[in-house]
């Protein structure tokens, strides 16, 4: 499918929803990176610091800690739409097909469950950070909107889990 069609030239909800996805994901992505850079040049600009001027940059920990759970999570929905998660295939592959699409249908169901809930804690807890006030002890950084962004990504991650059982579906239609 061409990424450049606008979303009304999609074959049908599971073609949006595809695109819509994607292209959250591509965002997420580039929001790791930029994570990614400012965490390393945090570090290098830090251990400079402390070394050749005798001046650490402050609350550097809290920053690298919390910005590490941008680059952790954010890239787990791609993750997921790529199918590069680990998988243990052993045993399943030696089943026959349709064997191999109940199991991969339970497992996307098991994760679904999982994520969904870790979502949602996320979104509870960053709602008790936020009420606490809690912040860096250094930084002075509220926590809370990291909690959020956990709680976004694994919540992208739940819904990229929920195209792939449609996709699955949708396959088996085109067969018949």
């Known amino acids: ?23 959250i994901n591509k965002v997420l992505l580039a929001i790791a990176g930029v994570c990614l850079v400012f965490v390393v040049l945090m570090i290098f600009i830090d251990v400079a610091g402390r070394t050749f ?6 609350g550097t920990s ?13 890239g787990l929905g ?8 680990i998988k243990v295939e052993v045993v399943v592959e030696q089943l ?12 996307y169901l098991i994760v679904i469950f999982i994520t ?8 509870v807890q960053g709602f008790l950070m936020k009420t ?12 809370y909107p990291f909690y959020f962004a956990v709680a976004f990504a694994y919540l992208l991650m739940t819904l990229s ?16």
């Not at 809290?62 to 954010?74: K, N, P, R, Y």
């Not at 606490?132 to 926590?143: D, E, H, L, M, Q």
């Not at 929920?162 to 996709?167: G, P």
């Open 132 to 143: 606490a006030g809690t912040a860096g002890y250094i930084s002075k950084i509220p926590v």
């Open 1 to 23: 499918m061409n990424e450049s069609k606008a979303i009304g030239d999609r074959k049908g909800f599971i073609g949006t929803l595809d695109w819509i996805i994607k292209s």
């Open 161 to 176: 889990t929920v195209l792939l059982i449609l996709k699955l579906f949708q396959r088996k239609e085109a067969v018949k």
């Open 116 to 123: 969904f809930i870790i979502a949602q804690q996320s979104v």
């Open 78 to 85: 791609v993750c997921t739409m790529a199918m590069q998660h």
């Open 96 to 107: 026959p097909k349709k064997a191999q699409k109940f199991f991969d249908i339970l497992n």
């Open 53 to 58: 001027f005798h001046f650490p940059i402050p």
């Open 62 to 74: 809290e920053l690298v800690e919390c910005f590490t759970s941008g680059i952790a999570f954010m």
